[in-house]
Each structure stands twice: as C-alpha cells, then as structure tokens.
C-alpha cells in the first residue's frame, strides 16, 4: 500500500479548486500513508474551496506522519481556508512533522492564525515544525494565537517560524512568542525569521532573549532580523 506520495504542481497557473476536489478522490482510499508532499505555489486560482477539498482527503489519512503543504502566492487562500485546514489537522494524531508555507496570501489574517492554533493543540506527537507566513496580513494579534498553539507542542524538537514583511508585528509579537516558547523544554533547534518588521526593537531582542534562556535542550539557534531599528544596545 502506498505510504509516500510527493505532488509539485508549482506555477501551474490554469490548476483551480476543481483539480483539488479529483486529488481529494485520489487520496481519501489511501489511508496508510505516512508522508504527504503537495506543493502549489503560484497557483493563482485556487481558493478557500481548495482547502475544503484538501481537509476531506486529510481526515482520512490517518497514519500520516509527515505532511508538507506549499500554496506560496495563492492570493484567493484566506483564512477561511486555515479554518478548512484546521479540521483536517485534528485528526493527524499520529503527525510527527509539519511544513506549511503560505507566503504571499495576503488575504490571511491574524483570524488564520487563530484557526491554525486550533490544528495544532491536538498534534501532541509533532516533533518538527515549520511555518512560513512571510508577507501575509499578520499583526502581534496572531502571535498571541500562535503561542497558544505552540505551548501545547511539548514534544517539539525543532521549529521554523517565517515572519519577514509582516511589518504590523512588533515587540509585542516577540513577548507573545517568548511565552509560547516556555513549555518546549525539549526543542533543540530554532529558527526566527522576522527580518522587514520594522516594528520590532532593542526590546524585542529583550523578549527574545528571556526566551531563549528558558530553552535548556537548544543546540542550534537562527536568527534573522535584517531590516528592523534594533541599535547596538540590542
């Protein structure tokens, strides 16, 4: 029975929502797949009602243990969409990692972040994490739901979180993460990407530190700030 299926439809620009609605009956009988790879960049004319179809197929497949979904630039993607997503994600008890990249929807909105924070709570066996949402409609708003998500996540060992050109995240945002970071007393590797959110200053870094002092278990640390006003007392 299959257990990997890797999809790259990238730039295919006629692909719509009714392409998704045929893979959603391709995917639902295939219910011992373990990794999942669909990647849709720059697929302009799916939407929301993508997603509804993607979500049916990934309730079904419960044994996934790796799943990656790229819709970089599918500017019809808003958050209703992660609502979408979210159900399908509920039911991946057995998900031990999780690539999402959405860069470019601007039509997600801290609302997509409350949705997704839903999704997450109930992975209590995701170990990686990675999250791309540069450039989308995010304020500090959406970092409180993240936190919320991630302080359910005590098994991660690693996380990546994509925030550049989210210039409506400020200071404030990086307190929220650093609260969310508490509870992750097993992460070892972490990777911070708030690079353009000009917001963001010599007192984020303080947040950013505390943070940091709290994750014991880190062995590699990345962090990209270019563009903000952070001074050399940073």
Not at 107 to 122: A, C, D, M, V, W
Not at 158 to 166: G, K
Not at 191 to 197: A, E, M, P, R, V
């Given at each position: 029975?299959?257990?990997?299926?890797?999809?790259?439809?990238?730039?295919s620009?006629?692909?719509?929502?009714?392409?998704?609605?045929h893979?959603?009956?391709?995917?639902t009988?295939?219910?011992?797949?373990?990794?999942?790879?669909?990647?849709f960049?720059?697929?302009?004319?799916?939407?929301?009602?993508?997603?509804?179809?993607?979500?049916?197929?990934?309730i079904?497949?419960?044994n996934?243990?790796?799943?990656?979904?790229?819709?970089?630039?599918?500017?019809?993607?808003?958050?209703?969409?992660?609502?979408?997503?979210?159900t399908?994600?509920?039911?991946?008890?057995?998900?031990?990692?999780?690539?999402?990249?959405?860069?470019?929807?601007?039509?997600?909105?801290?609302?997509?972040l409350?949705?997704?924070?839903?999704?997450?709570?109930?992975?209590?066996?995701?170990?990686?994490?990675?999250?791309?949402?540069?450039?989308?409609?995010?304020?500090?708003?959406?970092l409180?739901?993240?936190?919320?998500?991630?302080?359910?996540?005590?098994?991660?060992?690693r996380l990546?979180?994509?925030?550049?050109?989210?210039?409506?995240?400020?200071?404030?945002?990086h307190?929220?993460?650093k609260?969310?970071?508490?509870?992750?007393?097993s992460?070892?590797?972490?990777?911070?990407?708030?690079?353009?959110?000009?917001?963001?200053?010599?007192?984020?870094?303080?947040?950013?530190?505390?943070?940091?002092?709290?994750?014991?278990?880190?062995?590699?640390?990345?962090?990209?700030?270019?563009?903000?006003?952070?001074?050399?007392?940073?």
């Amino acid at each position: 029975s299959l257990q990997y299926l890797y999809l790259d439809f990238d730039s295919s620009f006629i692909l719509s929502d009714g392409g998704l609605g045929h893979l959603k009956n391709g995917l639902t009988p295939f219910t011992s797949l373990q990794h999942l790879f669909i990647n849709f960049p720059f697929c302009m004319d799916i939407s929301d009602e993508g997603l509804s179809h993607l979500k049916t197929a990934l309730i079904s497949l419960i044994n996934l243990k790796h799943l990656s979904l790229n819709f970089g630039q599918c500017h019809r993607i808003s958050s209703e969409g992660l609502g979408h997503l979210k159900t399908g994600l509920i039911s991946l008890k057995s998900l031990q990692y999780l690539d999402l990249r959405f860069y470019h929807c601007d039509s997600i909105s801290n609302e997509g972040l409350s949705h997704l924070k839903t999704g997450l709570t109930s992975l209590n066996s995701l170990q990686d994490l990675s999250i791309d949402f540069s450039s989308c409609n995010l304020s500090d708003s959406g970092l409180v739901h993240l936190k919320d998500g991630l302080r359910s996540l005590t098994s991660l060992q690693r996380l990546l979180l994509n925030f550049e050109w989210c210039v409506m995240i400020s200071d404030e945002g990086h307190k929220q993460i650093k609260n969310g970071f508490v509870p992750l007393a097993s992460l070892k590797h972490l990777h911070l990407n708030f690079s353009q959110c000009s917001r963001i200053s010599n007192q984020g870094l303080k947040h950013l530190k505390d943070a940091l002092l709290s994750l014991t278990s880190l062995q590699s640390l990345s962090l990209i700030l270019r563009g903000g006003v952070i001074s050399d007392e940073g």
